[in-house]
């Protein structure tokens, strides 16, 4: 087969982010979409043959993936796990000693090879003795710059032959072993070259890999004792190992040990990336043809492993590129090594990826050509960390047992494992989760790190019905317990002291006396003897009823009360959407959220409608028949009536049942279409504030207010301002006159959910504001269709009025002495540093809040966080939620490293971006997050790994996932968009992940994909969920996607008519409908489970997912192929492989 011919396997390129639909997508149903290069290969035809097998070497347990003296090693101490990627292998000798058995490590190979194109598996790697020492820290690494390309640039000509090749793989080895006995079946060994650490920061005593290690003890979330991952490239299983290297395998130098001079082969360190002769590299990640583009004519690779190539005379020609240069370093005797582990899998020697039958190879293979040198292969993508392994090991490990709070410093298991939270003392993970459970003693330990102290607050989560809800305590007129000088409230880190007569404060050390009517003597430990009568002294969450000190002018709220502002200019009419609203809100009303054992709701409702001028309703309850009143000057807003305007719904459900009724037909007619929209928010505000309540305006909202009102706008949408400095104006309010507005409305506690159904611009970077500003919610239906948005807007709208929300809220985050709050992000306005204010907090909300050292911490005492709440209760109830949080403190990095939460980091890092556009060039965005993580990465691998070689990539256990995230977030639709993903698309996108919590946040950049054909349908388990790629997906199944705003469901070309029939209720492929928003009901298992997976999915989301039939080359596979995530992106972004091997360049440099 041709290695020029295109590929079957569809192109190597994820596609453009959507997740909003409603847009075109260009260039579907197979041809080639203009500006990308296409795959240049063809699919994998199976393993290579011709090679014998052999026995196990002696001394090694294939089984265990490590090797072992007569029995298999159990490590605790540290667990290096390498996965196979780029760079060149440094290996200090042991004067010929063989390699210590501590750990198998596997050399990466930067290759040619692009993300669609993955060859027969990886050959095996240069083995690398692992001291057990963690080397001493040493502070500062200095950041360097990135620039990157614009998207598509191309990355200059692959290189033109073998001898171009192997110079441009040259140093990018993979390991293997030398020894006398054969090798097991199955692993192919060869005694490659190994090159010696350029780096001066640690001497070099392996060979180049990538490594993912764990030093120290596992984490708490770990199993003790796993093995070292040594990720190989994915050899398929049953493939025949080889039993000698070819002849040019063989670069051995003279030396012995120290480090050789360097040697005029062309064996170059990964640091350097000499280019090939004619190869110029690229200088960032971004971009269409990454080092992934196949070069024509390729020789056959037969071996499975990979070598140095032939000396030649000094570095190969080819026009060098700034910041990859570098003397080639020397060549060092290689050294024995140990069996690969299969697949990227960490812990066990898995057989395989779940739900595959074996280890992934590749779609491409190679015309066999014999005689050495092989050429390289490319990474493997089943041997680099997988986000599906990483959760499933979570929730093998983690799932079962409760997650009990009591003990400082715990990092609780994954956002994707179910699991239930026993509260002994501090806060569940479902209230707050952090960054890092383990914290730096001194700001210089955070610097040095880079890693973010941050902290996800949802301080009104909804709880499972296993786990009781915070109780509430009441002091009567007193009121809460809290310290005289911090006002931290009383909680169990409180220092009972002289028989129980004062405290003294855990946050500040002031001592307070403890009233009389609070007093309770102490046990023999110290501890109050009612210890655990008080929620306030066991629990890590509780709520006080406040007294009435805590309220406005100090008097008790009213009741809150919901206004429904109904656009009825002409779109609205059109669509059938005022119609829909008002029917929907005939039954919807008897389901206002109540307080937990009232018989009716407090809330009281109004209702608006508006186009250029208001219209507002009397609808009390003695009159017969609504009454309208008409505001028309819209500059001078103020509402016409008092009594009658807000009222209860029993009350007054036949008037405003009748109004409800007549709403559509009065303006059945209607010509206009220009709307206001300030003057409606101003509207609500002045009947909040006329009845001397708190409350929530409801506005459905359709086209750009354009009308003579305050806060016209105009349409500024300019797509040519993309990938420019005044990118950054799209994404910012095109007037201050929102942000007043808004602060008006969080001093009334007018909370505002927005509703938007554009057919076109309309400038949600500043409609959004007020709701943004206020703690509200933006949902927007693109093109809205009754048929097929009508369940989705509903069931959004249900959710939306039902759900649990506190009003005129204000949240203060207190910390011990050391650490201070210093930087905010979510939903809500801040009128001082250190009050959050939030006209409405509701159940999905979260607020991340970022931490700074102040002062130093001490590891005895750890830090502690404590996040109060103040609100008004649905009915009127002032309350303080609390929540409280102890973190342990350390001295030494690879504390911190072991006990960080990456997906906590991630949502925090992506909150970070989403709020850098609105001042800073994208591009500049992007910079700044892929040094920040490879500070993080490169501090890591200085001060806590092992010395080892420059040429391995070594991630700490519980960041494995860092760079596969992070890539997600860099190609999310804000930092980069395609063309088809409209400017309110951005900006909407970029408002919801402000306020989003870390489970919604994991879902929305790493989409969750289930193959249904593996369903069973006699239990609830659901299938194991696949990686983001389409070399995942096969053409026989069905599979699920869903990242948080939408499903799709994938049907590949070759599904079996039955399953169609059984789903779909049609006899053949083609007769599909994709326009179908909701499955048929159809009575038999497979419709049954799958709908019910469905609706699961949907109660777990904090929205309406949207239902998108996509069948496979249709028009709708790019879109759904977009989130792909692990493979690139149409409009630029890296594939997973190709990033990480970025990301290894860019520690490299910081660590040189």
């Known amino acids: 087969m041709s290695v020029n011919q295109q590929a079957h396997t569809g192109p190597p390129f994820g596609q453009p982010q959507t997740g909003y639909p409603g847009y075109s997508q260009p260039g579907y149903g197979g041809q080639q979409i203009p500006g990308i290069p296409s795959s240049q290969y063809g699919a994998y035809n199976g393993p290579m043959s011709g090679y014998q097998q052999t026995g196990p070497p002696q001394g090694y347990f294939p089984s265990l993936g490590f090797p072992s003296k007569g029995s298999p090693v159990s490590l605790d101490s540290e667990a290096s796990f390498a996965p196979n990627l780029i760079g060149s292998l440094r290996a200090a000798t042991t004067s010929g000693a063989p390699a210590s058995t501590s750990g198998a490590l596997v050399s990466p190979a930067y290759s040619q090879f692009g993300q669609g194109d993955v060859r027969n598996g990886i050959p095996p790697t240069v083995p690398l003795p692992r001291p057990s020492a963690a080397q001493q820290f040493i502070p500062g690494t200095a950041s360097t710059p990135i620039t990157q390309p614009a998207p598509f640039q191309q990355y200059g000509p692959p290189p033109t032959s073998t001898q171009q090749l192997t110079n441009h793989m040259a140093g990018m080895q993979i390991s293997g072993i030398s020894t006398s006995a054969p090798p097991p079946a199955g692993l192919g060994y060869g005694p490659p070259t190994s090159v010696p650490s350029s780096s001066r920061s640690f001497p070099a005593t392996g060979s180049g890999q990538y490594v993912y290690s764990n030093q120290g003890p596992p984490p708490p979330n770990m199993p003790h004792g796993l093995p070292p991952t040594c990720l190989s490239q994915g050899l398929p299983m049953a493939q025949p190992a080889i039993s000698g290297p070819p002849s040019s395998a063989l670069h051995h130098s003279s030396q012995s040990s120290g480090f050789a001079p360097p040697p005029t082969s062309a064996t170059v360190g990964a640091s350097s990336y000499p280019p090939a002769a004619g190869v110029s590299r690229p200088s960032t990640m971004q971009g269409a043809s990454l080092p992934g583009q196949a070069a024509p004519g390729l020789p056959a690779s037969q071996p499975n492993h990979v070598t140095s190539p032939p000396p030649m005379a000094g570095p190969p020609p080819g026009p060098p590129i700034a910041g990859f240069q570098g003397p080639p370093p020397p060549t060092h005797p290689s050294q024995p090594g140990y069996p690969l582990q299969q697949n990227g899998s960490f812990g066990q020697n898995r057989g395989t990826q779940p739900n595959y039958g074996a280890a992934y190879s590749g779609p491409a293979n190679y015309a066999s050509q014999?005689?050495?040198?092989?050429?390289?292969?490319?990474?493997?993508?089943?041997?680099?960390?997988?986000?599906?392994?990483?959760?499933?090991?979570?929730?093998?490990?983690?799932?079962?047992?409760?997650?009990?709070?009591?003990?400082?410093?715990?990092?609780?298991?994954?956002?994707?494992?179910?699991?239930?939270?026993?509260?002994?003392?501090?806060?569940?993970?479902?209230?707050?989760?952090?960054?890092?459970?383990?914290?730096?003693?001194?700001?210089?330990?955070?610097?040095?790190?880079?890693?973010?102290?941050?902290?996800?607050?949802?301080?009104?989560?909804?709880?499972?019905?296993?786990?009781?809800?915070?109780?509430?305590?009441?002091?009567?007129?007193?009121?809460?317990?809290?310290?005289?000088?911090?006002?931290?409230?009383?909680?169990?880190?409180?220092?009972?002291?002289?028989?129980?007569?004062?405290?003294?404060?855990?946050?500040?050390?002031?001592?307070?006396?403890?009233?009389?009517?609070?007093?309770?003597?102490?046990?023999?430990?110290?501890?109050?003897?009612?210890?655990?009568?008080?929620?306030?002294?066991?629990?890590?969450?509780?709520?006080?009823?406040?007294?009435?000190?805590?309220?406005?002018?100090?008097?008790?709220?009213?009741?809150?009360?919901?206004?429904?502002?109904?656009?009825v200019s002409y779109n609205a009419i059109r669509s059938g959407l005022v119609r829909l609203i008002c029917e929907e809100l005939k039954t919807l009303l008897d389901y206002l959220p109540r307080e937990g054992n009232m018989e009716e709701s407090a809330i009281r409702v109004g209702f608006v409608t508006y186009n250029k001028v208001l219209h507002f309703y009397n609808v009390k309850s003695s009159l017969a028949q609504p009454q309208m009143m008409v505001v028309s000057d819209v500059a001078d807003m103020f509402v016409p009536l008092l009594d009658g305007f807000l009222v209860n719904v029993n009350e007054s459900r036949a008037v405003f049942t009748s109004l409800l009724d007549q709403i559509p037909e009065m303006f059945a007619d209607t010509r206009e279409t220009e709307t206001v929209f300030a003057p409606v928010i101003q509207a609500g505000m002045e009947a909040l504030k006329a009845a001397e309540c708190a409350g929530k305006l409801f506005i459905f909202h359709t086209s750009l207010p354009i009308a003579e009102a305050p806060g016209k706008l105009k349409n500024r949408d300019d797509k040519k301002l993309i990938n420019t400095d005044k990118e950054k104006t799209l994404f910012q309010p095109q007037t201050g006159f929102y942000s007043n507005l808004a602060k008006e409305c969080v001093a009334q506690g007018c909370c505002v959910d927005l509703f938007l159904f554009p057919n076109q611009y309309l400038d949600v970077a500043t409609l959004g504001v007020v709701p943004y500003q206020t703690g509200g919610s933006i949902y927007k239906y693109a093109y809205f269709q009754v048929e097929t948005d009508q369940e989705r807007f509903l069931n959004d709208l249900r959710r939306d009025v039902q759900k649990v929300v506190g009003f005129d809220a204000v949240m203060r985050v207190r910390t011990s002495t050391g650490i201070r709050a210093t930087d905010f992000f979510g939903a809500f306005y801040m009128s001082n540093t250190t009050d959050v204010e939030l006209a409405g907090l509701d159940s999905d909300k979260t607020i991340t809040v970022e931490f700074k050292h102040d002062d130093k911490l001490s590891e005895d005492s750890g830090a502690l966080l404590q996040c109060a709440v103040l609100y008004t209760s649905c009915a009127g109830q002032r309350r303080l939620r609390i929540h409280n949080l102890s973190l342990n403190c350390c001295t030494q990095l690879a504390d911190l490293y072991r006990?960080?939460?990456?997906?906590?980091?991630?949502?925090?890092?992506?909150?970070?971006?989403?709020?850098?556009?609105?001042?800073?060039?994208?591009?500049?965005?992007?910079?700044?997050?892929?040094?920040?993580?490879?500070?993080?990465?490169?501090?890591?691998?200085?001060?806590?790994?092992?010395?080892?070689?420059?040429?391995?990539?070594?991630?700490?256990?519980?960041?494995?996932?860092?760079?596969?995230?992070?890539?997600?977030?860099?190609?999310?639709?804000?930092?980069?968009?395609?063309?088809?993903?409209?400017?309110?698309?951005?900006?909407?996108?970029?408002?919801?992940?402000?306020?989003?919590?870390?489970?919604?946040?994991?879902?929305?950049?790493?989409?969750?994909?289930?193959?249904?054909?593996?369903?069973?349908?006699?239990?609830?388990?659901?299938?194991?969920?696949?990686?983001?790629?389409?070399?995942?997906?096969?053409?026989?199944?069905?599979?699920?996607?869903?990242?948080?705003?939408?499903?799709?469901?994938?049907?590949?070309?070759?599904?079996?008519?039955?399953?169609?029939?059984?789903?779909?209720?049609?006899?053949?492929?083609?007769?599909?409908?994709?326009?179908?928003?909701?499955?048929?009901?159809?009575?038999?298992?497979?419709?049954?489970?799958?709908?019910?997976?469905?609706?699961?999915?949907?109660?777990?989301?904090?929205?309406?997912?949207?239902?998108?039939?996509?069948?496979?080359?249709?028009?709708?596979?790019?879109?759904?192929?977009?989130?792909?995530?692990?493979?690139?992106?149409?409009?630029?972004?890296?594939?997973?492989?190709?990033?990480?091997?970025?990301?290894?360049?860019?520690?490299?440099?910081?660590?040189?």
Not at 926 to 948: E, G, H, V, W
Not at 1065 to 1086: A, E, H, K, R
Request: glycine share 4%; net charge neutral.
């Open 370 to 567: 014999p005689g050495p040198p092989p050429p390289p292969k490319r990474l493997d993508p089943d041997s680099i960390p997988s986000p599906i392994q990483v959760i499933e090991d979570d929730r093998n490990n983690r799932g079962s047992e409760p997650f009990v709070t009591g003990v400082r410093g715990q990092v609780p298991p994954l956002v994707t494992t179910n699991f239930l939270v026993k509260d002994q003392g501090n806060a569940s993970p479902r209230f707050i989760r952090c960054t890092s459970y383990n914290i730096p003693c001194t700001s210089d330990m955070t610097k040095q790190s880079q890693v973010p102290l941050a902290a996800v607050i949802k301080p009104l989560a909804t709880l499972p019905t296993e786990e009781a809800p915070p109780y509430l305590v009441d002091h009567g007129e007193t009121g809460p317990i809290r310290c005289n000088r911090c006002k931290a409230y009383m909680c169990p880190f409180m220092q009972f002291i002289e028989g129980g007569r004062r405290f003294q404060c855990c946050f500040c050390s002031c001592v307070t006396e403890v009233p009389s009517h609070y007093f309770q003597h102490l046990d023999h430990t110290g501890r109050r003897v009612d210890y655990y009568d008080r929620p306030e002294l066991s629990l890590g969450s509780y709520e006080f009823l406040a007294t009435v000190d805590y309220c406005k002018n100090n008097k008790f709220p009213n009741p809150p009360a919901f206004i429904f502002m109904i656009d």
């Open 899 to 1152: 006990n960080c939460e990456t997906d906590t980091l991630i949502n925090f890092l992506a909150k970070f971006a989403y709020r850098g556009v609105l001042n800073n060039p994208v591009k500049t965005v992007r910079d700044t997050l892929i040094n920040q993580c490879a500070q993080i990465l490169a501090c890591y691998r200085k001060n806590c790994a092992s010395p080892s070689s420059a040429g391995q990539l070594i991630l700490p256990e519980c960041m494995k996932l860092l760079p596969v995230y992070l890539n997600c977030v860099l190609k999310s639709d804000v930092l980069q968009p395609g063309s088809e993903v409209t400017t309110d698309d951005r900006s909407y996108i970029r408002q919801l992940v402000s306020s989003m919590d870390v489970a919604d946040t994991n879902v929305f950049f790493y989409p969750r994909l289930l193959p249904l054909t593996k369903v069973d349908l006699n239990s609830d388990s659901l299938p194991i969920a696949i990686r983001n790629s389409e070399e995942r997906l096969s053409k026989g199944d069905i599979y699920l996607l869903e990242n948080g705003l939408n499903i799709f469901l994938w049907i590949g070309v070759n599904v079996q008519q039955g399953l169609i029939q059984n789903l779909f209720g049609v006899s053949s492929f083609s007769q599909i409908n994709s326009t179908m928003c909701t499955l048929p009901v159809l009575d038999n298992p497979f419709s049954k489970r799958v709908r019910s997976i469905i609706d699961m999915f949907q109660s777990q989301r904090s929205r309406y997912m949207k239902l998108m039939i996509v069948k496979q080359e249709d028009k709708l596979d790019m879109l759904f192929k977009h989130f792909l995530m692990e493979d690139k992106s149409m409009n630029g972004g890296a594939s997973y492989v190709d990033f990480l091997c970025h990301m290894h360049k860019e520690i490299r440099q910081l660590l040189s």
